[in-house]
């Protein structure tokens, strides 16, 4: 059973950091895509961040300069640094992988809470 348990979320103040991770297991992955998505209240799910297995980088334009995604191949993690964090930043946290053979599969994260506070 594949599962992608995630950690790190909470509540921090404006201008600090967090760190989110996820680890995803239960089958080869093989080539794949992991990012991270997050959904804030009455607003629809949108990528904050994705890294491919050639380390090749997408960020939301609202998150460069201050958001680092990484990745370790061989434990199947990726991680999200955030800093000079705003409260518009406040929202569940999600991590996903997905092959990149599309329809091949995708899986998602239960979803973490990050709570800026202003």
């Known amino acids: 059973q594949v599962q992608l348990v995630e950690s790190g979320g909470g509540l921090v103040q404006a201008g600090g950091s967090l760190r989110l991770s996820c680890a995803a297991s239960?089958?080869?992955?093989?080539?794949?895509?992991m990012g991270w998505y997050r959904q804030a209240p009455g607003k629809q799910r949108e990528l904050v961040a994705s890294?491919?297995?050639?380390?090749?980088?997408t960020y939301a334009d609202s998150v460069k300069g201050r958001f680092t995604i990484s990745r370790d191949n061989a434990k199947n993690t990726v991680n999200l640094q955030m800093a000079s964090v705003k409260p518009e930043d406040t929202a569940v946290y999600y991590c996903?992988?997905?092959?990149?053979?599309?329809?091949?599969?995708?899986?998602w994260g239960q979803g973490t809470q990050v709570t800026v506070s202003s």
């Open positions: 239960g089958r080869s992955f093989g080539i794949n895509v």
């Open positions: 890294i491919t297995s050639g380390d090749k980088i």
């Open positions: 996903n992988v997905k092959s990149v053979l599309p329809g091949a599969y995708n899986y």
